[in-house]
């Protein structure tokens, strides 16, 4: 009975958190009104491709063009994503519908083609927003129990195919865009605001009579003779010197889905139904296994520390097994130390990045609405959280007798940054070999070279005096002169071992979220479920910590004295799994066949994987020294 209210207050709280995640609007964003004939900006934003993961300007394939292309100001994360976003051709009047606009001709040469034929080929998609909303494609699907209408960003260049009775493939230019704006009306003011912006893409080979001008009418599509494009059944094909005419409609239809509901259709694209109950169910064996383990360790400690106390002879006291044997050696400086109090102030530093963005993403300032609003957020919340680590590596360094704080800081501001920033620069190069628009511009490059220099640098030198001006933490137990020596240890104690096995249950907590965070990265999907990550994210940190504590109780019962690396490493290696469940993800679910988008795959995965062993190392080594210095000083020892 009590296992299912427990039960039941997980889901109810899961529940709850998840409504948190996505009942808020973006705060500060102000809703737009229409009047009837207002003119509406149509903004065109990046080519995307899940086979390539490389972004393109829109306006790098030879469409139809304004005037004058604008650029519109990005913020860093647009930037960093590749979201390129320029003025449209395109003229709409708020509820004013359109049939058959001719927007240009083009004629192909060989190069042109030839650039049409390369997106068509990898399934590239033109994105689109009009009043910040992306442009998707709704596709109605036959399964029961699923939606009966989901959402695709973007739609495609064009399409593959051949003709009938023909083996020979062909490529199709998708040139009549059938838009929908949807809307939703004030009955008092008559006024309205946009809560949809929808796509059909059609196919059509345009015809016409007589010589080309600027008033010709199509026979192929006339809203005069309502003839009106509805299918692709005579396709327009992409080859050298053939004439492509692009045209479009809108339609306007008023909807009952108010403004500040207007993203749920999008959040609610996703492909596979999440399986709510099989992540509870599996987040409730983590915290049952860990509560078990918890509980006997607590069972176990008392025990312990009770007979120790109690011991009276002299001849009992010489007869000490276990964990107490250790206690003149267990806070013995560990080897390299310097790189521990990095690590782990590096650690803090990533630690509390995460935790200000998921509370921010939860209170709605995030949303998929504030485009790069989540990486911008990211990168100046871990350049501010240089203070925290340079406090904490240089409380722990002066724990170890270290006198060179400036030294430690140093490392602290450049090691963990120097290496993501190394792999970085080498995938923009790639990216920069492909001519995409995923490529960083030096502006950008400067900015961010700014922020490590100018502003995390300085304050991880501020946070590592001030920890270091405060007294320094006195060990429990003192420390002898001489080393005692470890005895041989089972096979099961070997560090290797005891290290791979203890990474295995914090990816558990966590892999079924991990498959979420993947498909929205890599799919092009939107994540918004920050509660319910947020949750996940507090079980790892508490299966972290209990694993951990686990196998270090075990490694000091054995005699084993070496824990401060082995503690960072046990948690830490959850991110071995992490990386190997990124492989094991691009070859089942991914399509990407280019050398250059793979290399892209895994070199982000990378810094990924970095970033995460040093988060749940961190956990780890906290959680550990926190034991450690609780169950020393709990005993008494002559």
Same mark, same amino acid.
């Not at 973007?154 to 009775?165: I, N």
């Given at each position: 009975m009590a296992m299912e209210a427990s039960g039941s207050a997980i889901v109810l709280i899961l529940l709850l958190c998840v409504h948190v995640a996505h009942s808020?609007?973006?705060?500060?964003?102000?809703?737009?009104? #229409?009047?009837?004939?207002?003119?509406?900006?149509?903004? /065109?934003?990046?080519?995307?491709?899940?086979?390539?993961?490389?972004?393109? $300007?829109?306006?790098?394939?030879?469409?139809?063009?304004?005037?004058?292309? =604008?650029?519109?100001?990005? *913020?860093?994360?647009?930037v960093l994503r590749g979201d390129r976003i320029e003025n449209a051709p395109y003229s709409f009047k708020m509820r004013e519908a359109q049939m058959c606009n001719v927007l240009c001709r083009v004629t192909l040469d060989?190069?042109?083609?030839?650039?049409?034929?390369?997106?068509?080929?990898?399934?590239?998609?033109? *994105?689109?927003?009009?009043?910040?909303?992306?442009?998707?494609?709704?596709?109605?699907?036959?399964?029961p129990g699923s939606p009966a209408v989901v959402y695709?960003? @973007?739609?495609?260049?064009?399409?593959?195919?051949?003709?009938?009775? &023909?083996?020979e493939q062909k490529f199709f230019m998708h040139n009549h865009l059938a838009f929908t704006v949807r809307y939703h009306?004030?009955?008092?003011?008559?006024? !309205?605001?946009? /809560? @949809?912006?929808?796509?059909?893409?059609?196919?059509?080979?345009?015809?016409?009579?007589?010589?080309? &001008?600027?008033?010709?009418?199509?026979t192929t599509c006339d809203p005069h003779t309502k003839r009106l494009v509805v299918s692709s059944s005579t396709p327009q094909e992409v080859e050298p010197k053939k004439e492509i005419i692009f045209t479009y409609d809108v339609d306007f239809q008023e909807s009952e889905v108010k403004w500040a509901s207007r993203w749920d259709a999008y959040l609610l694209m996703n492909d596979n139904q999440i399986h709510w109950f099989s992540i509870v169910n599996s987040l409730m064996i983590v915290l049952f296994l860990s509560g078990m383990v918890a509980m006997i360790m607590l069972r176990t400690l008392y025990r312990d520390i009770s007979r120790y106390n109690e011991l009276e002879t002299q001849e009992e006291a010489q007869e000490e097994t276990g964990w107490k044997l250790v206690h003149g050696d267990v806070f013995r400086i560990p080897t390299n130390s310097d790189l521990l109090c990095v690590y782990v102030g590096t650690g803090v530093q990533c630690l509390?990045?995460?935790? =200000?963005?998921?509370? #921010?993403?939860?209170?709605? #300032?995030? $949303?998929?609405?504030?485009?790069? @609003?989540?990486?911008? !957020?990211?990168?100046?919340?871990?350049? #501010?959280m240089g203070l925290f680590a340079g406090y904490a590596s240089s409380r722990l360094y002066k724990m170890f007798k270290g006198t060179e704080w400036k030294r430690i800081a140093f490392r602290t501001a450049f090691l963990f940054p120097a290496v993501v920033s190394a792999i970085f620069f080498v995938l923009n190069a790639l990216i920069w070999g492909q001519k995409s628009s995923g490529a960083v511009p030096f502006g950008t490059m400067f900015a961010l070279i700014f922020l490590w220099f100018g502003i995390s640098v300085p304050l991880v030198f501020v946070g590592a005096y001030l920890g270091f001006k405060k007294p320094a933490v006195d060990d429990p137990v003192k420390t002898n002169k001489i080393p005692r020596q470890i005895p041989e240890q089972a096979w099961y104690m070997n560090p290797v071992f005891s290290i791979l096995i203890g990474g295995i249950l914090p990816f558990g907590a966590v892999f079924i979220e991990l498959f979420f965070i993947l498909t929205s990265i890599w799919l092009n999907q939107f994540y918004y479920i920050f509660g319910f990550l947020f949750l996940v994210f507090v079980i790892l940190i508490v299966t972290c910590a209990e694993i951990t504590v686990v196998l270090c109780y075990f490694q000091l019962c054995s005699e084993d004295y070496l824990w401060w690396w082995r503690s960072y490493l046990t948690s830490g290696s959850s991110a071995l799994y992490l990386f190997l469940y990124a492989t094991f993800y691009f070859f089942t679910k991914l399509q990407i066949t280019k050398l250059v988008s793979a290399?892209?795959?895994?070199?982000?995965?990378?810094? !990924?994987?970095? !970033?995460?062993?040093?988060?749940t190392g961190t956990i780890g080594f906290y959680a550990c020294l926190w034991f450690t210095r609780l169950i020393y000083s709990s005993v008494k020892i002559d």
């Open positions: 808020f609007y973006l705060p500060g964003v102000a809703p737009q009104d #229409f009047e009837k004939g207002d003119e509406l900006k149509v903004k /065109v934003n990046k080519l995307s491709s899940i086979k390539t993961q490389l972004p393109y $300007s829109y306006y790098s394939l030879p469409f139809c063009q304004p005037k004058k292309i =604008v650029d519109s100001t990005e *913020n860093l994360g647009e060989a190069k042109t083609a030839k650039a049409f034929k390369e997106k068509i080929d990898d399934e590239y998609r033109v *994105n689109m927003i009009l009043d910040n909303l992306p442009l998707v494609v709704p596709i109605e699907r036959g399964d695709q960003l @973007g739609y495609h260049v064009g399409l593959k195919g051949q003709y009938e009775g &023909s083996k009306r004030d009955l008092q003011t008559d006024s !309205a605001r946009i /809560v @949809g912006f929808e796509v059909k893409p059609y196919s059509v080979k345009h015809e016409y009579d007589g010589k080309w &001008s600027e008033k010709t009418r199509l509390g990045m995460v935790f =200000v963005t998921m509370i #921010f993403a939860m209170l709605g #300032f995030l $949303s998929p609405s504030n485009r790069g @609003g989540l990486m911008t !957020a990211m990168l100046l919340l871990w350049v #501010f290399m892209l795959y895994f070199g982000y995965m990378l810094i !990924a994987s970095y !970033a995460f062993f040093v988060l």
